[in-house]
T-cell receptor, first 112, second 116 residues
Framework: AQSVTQLGSHVSVSEGALVLLRCNYS??????LFWYVQYPNQGLQLLLK??????LVKGINGFEAEFKKSETSFHLTKPSAHMSDAAEYFC??????????FGAGTRLTVKP | GAVVSQHPSWVICKSGTSVKIECRSL??????MFWYRQFPKQSLMLMATSNEGSKATYEQGVEKDKFLINHASLTLSTLTVTSAHPEDSSFYIC????????????FGPGTRLTVL
């Protein structure tokens, strides 16, 4: 079985500051890991995914994440926050059954 | 990415009525369909998994007689909420999957259901 834990339900940063959203996973099989963003009243948009290739994954909108097996982590980062980054972010894991399990989500607020 | 549509995008209904939500994968064939629901300010929770032509498998705590899933074709799946009650008000999201997508699931835009 797979699961993810997102540390921090709410993260607030200033515009231009580093964004760090934490995600730790648990999986009995080699995991596929994902980060999604959700804007209010909208569906999910894939930011990036890890599928056992490069451990540092670059996604859209300047986001990237690094898979660290030793730490069972897949934290999402962006060097400089923009106001438009304010949204809900979900980390997700998929395993052998291909069903995706989501973390509780982290709401990112960007202050001007 | 793949194109997935859901209809309706939002619906308001009276308690006790049934509501059908359609999910279509417009440019690929979905061998598997996942249905999720998301309560306000919460994460997505998997409700059920269905394979084309087979009965759906429901997650623990999800009533199969209340949430009827039909996956009759590789491009269409429906979720019917029967005898809806206010506590069923939620955001319902479908996620079609095909075996060639390298474990990436695509998501529909969601259907917001409000039961009065």
């Amino acid at each position: 079985a797979q699961s993810v834990t997102q540390l921090g339900s709410h993260v607030s940063v200033s515009e231009g500051a580093l964004v760090l959203l934490r995600c730790n996973y648990s999986s009995s099989v080699p995991p596929y890991l994902f980060w999604y963003v959700q804007y209010p009243n909208q569906g999910l948009q894939l930011l990036l995914k890890y599928t056992s290739a490069a451990t540092l994954v670059k996604g859209i909108n300047g986001f990237e994440a690094e898979f660290k097996k030793s730490e069972t982590s897949f934290h999402l980062t962006k060097p400089s926050a923009h106001m438009s980054d304010a949204a809900e972010y979900f980390c997700a894991v998929s395993g052998g059954n291909n069903d995706m399990r989501f973390g509780a989500g982290t709401r990112l607020t960007v202050k001007p | 990415g793949a194109v997935v549509s859901q209809h309706p995008s939002w619906v308001i209904c009276k308690s006790g009525t049934s509501v059908k939500i359609e999910c279509r994968s417009l440019d690929f064939q979905a061998t598997t369909m996942f249905w999720y629901r998301q309560f306000p300010k919460q994460s997505l929770m998997l409700m059920a998994t269905s394979n084309e032509g087979s009965k759906a498998t429901y997650e623990q705590g999800v009533e199969k007689d209340k949430f009827l899933i039909n996956h009759a074709s590789l491009t269409l799946s429906t979720l019917t909420v029967t005898s809806a009650h206010p506590e069923d008000s939620s955001f319902y999201i479908c996620s079609p999957y095909e075996s060639f997508s390298y474990n990436e699931q695509f998501f529909g835009p969601g259907t917001r259901l409000t039961v009065l």
